[in-house]
T-cell receptor, first 112, second 115 residues
Framework: SQQGEEDPQALSIQEGENATMNCSYKTSINNLQWYRQNSGRGLVHLILIRSNEREKHSGRLRVTLDTSKKSSSLLITASRAADTASYFC????????????FGKGTLLTVNP | NAGVTQTPKFQVLKTGQSMTLQCAQDMNHNSMYWYRQDPGMGLRLIYYSASEGTTDKGEVPNGYNVSRLNKREFSLRLESAAPSQTSVYFCASSTRGLAEQETQYFGPGTRLLVL
C-alpha cells in the first residue's frame, strides 16, 4: 500500500512562477525524500529531509516536513520549462528496513 | 561511470513466456531494488536485496523471482508472464544500509508488454 500521497495529482503553471507540491504519509518515518521523473526516464533524487529536520534547501528547492501532521511540501521557485516532470515523495521507516515507499506522484507542467 | 544499467529497454512477450530482466550498477552499492510502475499507481517494490547474498520480498512479489548474482548485478525473472505484468520495470541501488540515510539511484527502465 502507498505510504505517501502527493497533492495535487497534476499542476500546471507558467514559467517563472513557484510550484508547491504536498505529500502526506501515514506512519512514522526515518526520512522523507523527493524524486523527479522526466517522461520516459528513471527517477532522480532531489532532496532528503530527516525526521528531526523541519526545512531544507537545495538551489531552487525548498522542502518542509511537519511530523506532527505527517506531511511534507516541496517548493520549486522561479520554475522553468525544464522542471516539467513528475515529482514523487518517498518515505523510509525506521528499523533495519532498506525500503522506500513511494507516493503516486504529482505531474508538474511548466508552460513557457 | 554508467550508474545503473538495465537490459533490455523494451520487450514484448506472449502470455506464458519467461524472461529475465538484467540490472547492473557500478557504484559499489550494497542494496539493490526492483520496482514496477503502472499508470496512477506510482512505484511499487517487487523485491529488494539489502546486501550481496540476501533477497527479500517487497509489496508485489507474486509472479517474480530475483537473483543477486554478485554485488553488481540483480536480475528479475518472470517465469510465466501474464498480461497483468505489463508495466515499466525500474532497477535501483543505494549507497548504504541499516539506519543510514540512503538515496536511491535508478536505471532507465524496461518497458514490458505481455500480450
Amino acid at each position: 500500500s502507498q505510504q505517501g500521497e502527493e497533492d495535487p495529482q497534476a499542476l500546471s503553471i507558467q514559467e517563472g512562477e513557484n510550484a508547491t507540491m504536498n505529500c502526506s504519509y501515514k506512519t512514522s518515518i526515518n526520512n522523507l525524500q523527493w524524486y523527479r521523473q522526466n517522461s520516459g526516464r528513471g527517477l532522480v533524487h532531489l532532496i532528503l529531509i530527516r525526521s528531526n529536520e523541519r526545512e531544507k534547501h537545495s538551489g531552487r528547492l525548498r522542502v518542509t516536513l511537519d511530523t506532527s501532521k505527517k506531511s511534507s511540501s516541496l517548493l520549486i521557485t522561479a520554475s522553468r520549462a525544464a522542471d516539467t516532470a513528475s515529482y514523487f515523495c518517498a518515505t523510509r521507516s525506521g528499523g533495519s528496513n532498506y525500503k522506500l515507499t513511494f507516493g503516486k506522484g504529482t505531474l508538474l507542467t511548466v508552460n513557457p | 561511470n554508467a550508474g545503473v544499467t538495465q537490459t533490455p529497454k523494451f520487450q514484448v512477450l506472449k502470455t506464458g513466456q519467461s524472461m529475465t530482466l538484467q540490472c547492473a550498477q557500478d557504484m559499489n552499492h550494497n542494496s539493490m531494488y526492483w520496482y514496477r510502475q503502472d499508470p496512477g499507481m506510482g512505484l511499487r517494490l517487487i523485491y529488494y536485496s539489502a546486501s550481496e547474498g540476501t533477497t527479500d520480498k517487497g509489496e508485489v512479489p507474486n509472479g517474480y523471482n530475483v537473483s543477486r548474482l554478485n554485488k553488481r548485478e540483480f536480475s528479475l525473472r518472470l517465469e510465466s508472464a501474464a498480461p497483468s505484468q505489463t508495466s515499466v520495470y525500474f532497477c535501483a541501488s543505494s549507497t548504504r544500509g541499516l539506519a543510514e540515510q540512503e538515496t536511491q539511484y535508478f536505471g532507465p527502465g524496461t518497458r514490458l508488454l505481455v500480450l
